[in-house]
């Protein structure tokens, strides 16, 4: 499965089949969480931990996450930096985790801290904030299917409100040479799907914006950054990030986050 499969197909799973990660695909993950592509910096770890169902040990999720034995706990300090790094870099896991036929499910709310960072302790400044659950995925349970309804998990906000040219003046026409990438981004999980990317395109640059939803609407617009990201690789495309002293255009309700320039001629 290609990673634009993957974007599209990926779906946040709350229902798991029980059972443990094989030791193969531990290392497979691990090993990939390690070498994440990170042009951000920022403060963040990720790490791999398995509960003994068996034991009949389970960590509180407010019963949102169905025997689920693996879940991946990420510790994240408090700036703007790391939680646009954190979003860009564990959805990176996220669609490889996809890839190899494993669901996952972002998760900030919904857990008990205390029962997941039993025994951890993170780097100075870190603190756990995300975990998520990865596994084989199982039915959907009717606490899921409620879940996902309540949520609207399956609604993504049009093109024409995302994406805009001329100053924020105009919709993005569906011309543009980012398209493909712009809609795997539309595609992207957010905390209650509340989708607080924001673009402006001037020629080949792509300005960032997010509109302050909650606490995590940078980690948010990171994860969308990332499938954008993802997008402009598999087509070959070569670009980098960096951070504007004032914001392209202003604008009453979306903040300025950082500008992508792409630098091939394809
Ligand atoms: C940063 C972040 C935090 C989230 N926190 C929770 C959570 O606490 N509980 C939960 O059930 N889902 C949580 N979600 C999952 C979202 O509700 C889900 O991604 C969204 O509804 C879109 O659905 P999809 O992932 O199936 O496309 C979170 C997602 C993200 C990206």
Same mark, same amino acid.
């Given at each position: ?11 946040? #799973?709350?229902?798991?089949d ?5 030791? %193969? ?7 990939f969480?390690?070498k #994440?592509y ?5 403060h ?6 398995? $509960? ?5 040990y389970?960590?509180?999720?407010? /019963?949102?996450?169905? !025997?689920?034995? &693996? ?6 300090? &408090? !700036? ?6 954190? /979003? $860009?870099? $564990?959805?990176? #896991?996220v669609? =490889? %985790?996809?890839q190899?036929? @494993? +669901? ?20 100075? /400044?870190? %603190?756990?904030?995300?975990?998520s659950?990865?596994?084989?995925? %199982? ?12 949520? /609207?998990s ?6 024409s ?17 980012? !398209? ?7 595609l992207? *999980?957010?905390?209650?799907?509340s ?6 395109? !001037?020629? &080949?640059? #792509?300005?960032?914006?997010?509109? @302050? ?5 940078? @980690?948010?617009? +990171?994860?969308?950054?990332?499938? $954008? ?9 070569? +670009?980098?990030?960096?951070t504007?002293?004032? *914001?392209?255009?202003?604008?009453? =309700? ?13």
């Open positions: 499965m290609d990673i634009l499969e993957a974007i599209r197909e990926r779906r946040s #799973v709350r229902s798991f029980g059972a443990a990660l094989s030791e %193969a695909v531990r290392k497979d993950l691990l090993a969480a390690e #994440v990170n042009p951000f910096g920022g963040f770890s990720i790490r791999l931990k398995s $509960f003994n169902l068996e034991n009949g389970k960590p509180t999720t407010y /019963g949102m996450i169905k !025997d689920a034995h &693996d879940f991946f706990l990420i510790g994240m300090a &408090d !700036d703007e930096t790391s939680a646009l790094a954190t /979003g $860009f870099c $564990f959805e990176q #896991v669609l =490889k %985790a996809w190899l036929g @494993l +669901g996952t499910c972002w998760i900030a709310a919904t857990f008990k801290g205390t029962d997941f960072d039993n025994g951890e302790s993170w780097p100075k /400044g870190e %603190a756990l904030k995300i975990i659950p990865v596994g084989k995925a %199982a039915k959907k349970s009717l606490m899921e299917k409620i879940t996902r309804l309540s949520l /609207g399956r609604n993504r906000k049009p093109f409100e995302l994406f805009f040219t001329d100053g924020f003046k105009q919709p993005l026409s569906s011309d543009s040479p980012f !398209d493909e990438a712009l809609e795997m981004l539309r992207a *999980p957010s905390s209650t799907n989708q607080p990317w924001r673009v402006l395109i !001037d020629n &080949d640059t #792509v300005h960032f914006y997010y509109v @302050l939803k909650s606490r995590l609407s940078v @980690l948010d617009t +990171g994860i969308g950054i990332c499938h $954008f990201y993802e997008t402009e690789k598999y087509y070959g495309h070569t +670009g980098a990030f960096y504007l002293p004032t *914001p392209p255009a202003n604008h009453d =309700k979306w903040k300025y986050l950082i500008s992508y320039k792409r630098e091939d001629q394809k």
